[in-house]
């Protein structure tokens, strides 16, 4: 299975600042399609995931420009500026190129 | 809109089977695919496998071969998960979540709580 790391584990924050967040993957994740379909999640706690980017760096419906996502081959990184108190909880990357389908171990973005 | 409820908590003694349903609402179900994930709380998130509404075929993560089988009902636009076997590994929070086109979980349920214990 390819294993997806990110980095870092905790990224604390404070309003209205900038992070970002690594997700490497042991394999390159480019199809034989010539898609990358790496996407990032942020799940609120109690909540499930919430999609905000798919395959690397396309904001899903009603995500605000302030989250962008970048990067080719194994290496991946959301930005997010301009956090706000809704912005806080676990980020994951996720893999759809390679069968399973792999998750990261998850980012857990939290205030100063 | 896309909808997907979840039935509620489980609570199951090990050995046992449960059926988890995912009924869908606001989307042409029986061209969709679907997927379920595995959480354990506080633990990050595991895909188990993808069934395809129109004919019924299904892929699956060699992990949970045996221990989940995937169905729909496409008169009643419901996805349905069964786990058979449980243990307490079993014990977590499970997710169906619609596949776009592209590959990817675009909506998810709410998640459902399934505890085995005796």
């Known amino acids: 299975d390819v294993l997806m790391t990110q980095t870092p584990v905790s990224l604390p924050v404070s309003l209205g600042g900038q992070v970002s967040i690594s997700c490497r993957s042991s394999?390159?994740?480019?199809?034989?399609?010539?898609?990358?379909?790496l996407h990032w999640y942020l799940q609120k706690p109690g909540q499930s995931p919430q999609l905000l980017i798919y395959?690397?760096?396309n904001r899903f419906s009603g995500v605000p420009d302030r989250f962008s996502g970048s990067g080719s081959g194994t290496d991946f990184t959301l930005k997010i500026s301009r956090v706000e108190p809704e912005d806080l909880g676990v980020y994951y990357c996720?893999?759809?190129?390679?069968?399973?389908?792999?998750f990261g171990a998850g980012t857990k973005l939290e205030l100063k | 809109q896309v909808k997907l409820q979840q039935s509620g908590a489980e609570l199951v003694k090990p050995g046992a089977s449960v059926k988890l349903s995912c009924k869908t609402s606001?989307?042409?179900?029986?061209?969709?695919?679907m997927s379920w994930f595995k959480q354990i709380p506080g633990q990050s998130i595991e895909w188990i496998g993808m069934?395809?509404?129109?004919?019924?075929?299904?892929g699956y993560n060699q992990k949970f071969k045996g221990k989940a089988t995937l169905t729909v009902d496409t008169s009643s636009s419901t996805a349905y998960m069964d786990l058979s076997s449980l243990t307490t590994e079993d014990s977590a929070v499970y997710f169906c979540?619609?596949?776009?086109?592209?590959?990817?979980?675009?909506?998810w349920g709410q998640g459902v709580m399934v505890t085995v214990s005796s």
């Open positions: 069934i395809y509404a129109g004919d019924g075929g299904t």
């Open positions: 606001g989307y042409t179900f029986s061209t969709s695919y």
């Open positions: 996720l893999q759809s190129t390679h069968f399973p389908n792999t």
């Open positions: 395959r690397v760096s």
């Open positions: 979540a619609r596949m776009y086109y592209d590959g990817y979980p675009d909506y």
């Open positions: 394999q390159s994740l480019v199809h034989s399609d010539g898609n990358t379909y």
